[in-house]
């Protein structure tokens, strides 16, 4: 016995240890010297003296930094729950389809989930290119001033919130007709036979039921959020950057513009205890919302 449990453990190490050997290179590593560098005032490649908790201090009398924390939440409100919902609602509306509808209307809805940023982009800069772009031409026609999206701070955080959520829809919808799917039709049988509509069914089977699927998409999609990076670049373009910085974009910023690496560490190590906080926050929440829903 003893000679099985010592043999299975060795061949549990054996098939352990390339992950655990890649997982250290990629992730650990990396993570333990981020947080090294930011105590520093190393520029982007090489050594700097210890400065202790300096550039931390400096972060948050910073304008920059602060527009771009303010920007980072104000992107995740627009795009997290209202992008959940929505890709819920298209759910349960594909749901309702059957056959060839069902998967031509699946396809269309994850088709730009598969294209990359630079694709996205070019796609909603053609259609809402201040100059030349289709809507604006629309807006002409019937006699409405045209709108400089992405050079207006006011529109600028509302279009790309929008365009995130067009583009990352199809993953989630994937998700919830994956749960959808998986609720047993006798249940709803049931439902039926004790005379429950539809408001009824949704509300004391459907949701419920989903709840674990709607914890995890808000999940991934807030983890997602607070990274929000290339759509924000891509569309800042010629525009007003330093009004739409992000966190990532601002760490971007210091890093390879202003060769500033201790600086933009410590903004990273903000950022990253930022995603764990809220992503454990967020996943408490969804628990005690379960616990209260039974």
Do not use: C
Not at 13 to 36: D, N, Q
Not at 147 to 153: A, D, H, L, N
Not at 222 to 229: G, H, M, R, S, T
Request: net charge positive; hydrophobic share 55%.
């Amino acid at each position: 016995m003893l000679r099985n449990k010592r043999s299975e453990a060795w061949i549990a190490a054996t098939l352990v240890a390339p992950f655990l050997a890649i997982y250290g290179l990629v992730f650990i590593y990396p993570t333990i010297k981020l947080f090294m560098i930011s105590f520093t005032d190393a520029p982007l490649i090489g050594s700097g003296a210890f400065v202790g908790f300096e550039n931390y201090a400096r972060l948050w009398g910073e304008r920059r930094f602060n527009v771009a924390l303010w920007n980072t939440t104000y992107f995740v409100i627009l795009t997290v729950v209202p992008g959940t919902f929505a890709a819920f609602a298209m759910a349960l509306g594909i749901n309702r389809l059957a056959g060839r509808l069902q998967t031509f209307v699946l396809a269309l809805f994850f088709l730009p989930y598969i294209l990359p940023v630079s694709v996205v982009y070019l796609i909603w800069d053609w259609t809402l290119n201040f100059q030349f772009g289709i809507a604006m031409h629309f807006f002409d026609t019937l006699g409405i001033n045209r709108v400089p999206v992405f050079k207006s701070t006011t529109w600028f955080m509302p279009a790309v919130a929008f365009i995130t959520i067009w583009w990352t829809a199809g993953f989630s919808i994937l998700l919830f007709l994956a749960g959808l799917r998986a609720i047993p039709f006798e249940i709803y049988e049931a439902a039926a036979l004790d005379s429950a509509g539809r408001w009824a069914t949704f509300r004391r089977i459907t949701w419920p039921l989903m709840w674990p699927i709607t914890a995890l998409v808000l999940t991934i999609q807030l983890i997602l959020q607070l990274k929000i990076f290339d759509q924000v670049y891509l569309f800042s373009t010629g525009g007003r950057p330093n009004d739409n910085l992000v966190l990532v974009y601002y760490v971007f910023q210091r890093a390879f513009q202003s060769d500033q690496g201790g600086r933009a560490a410590a903004a990273a190590v903000v950022l990253f205890l930022i995603v764990i906080v809220v992503s454990a926050i967020n996943f408490q929440l969804t628990r005690l919302s379960k616990g209260g829903a039974r």
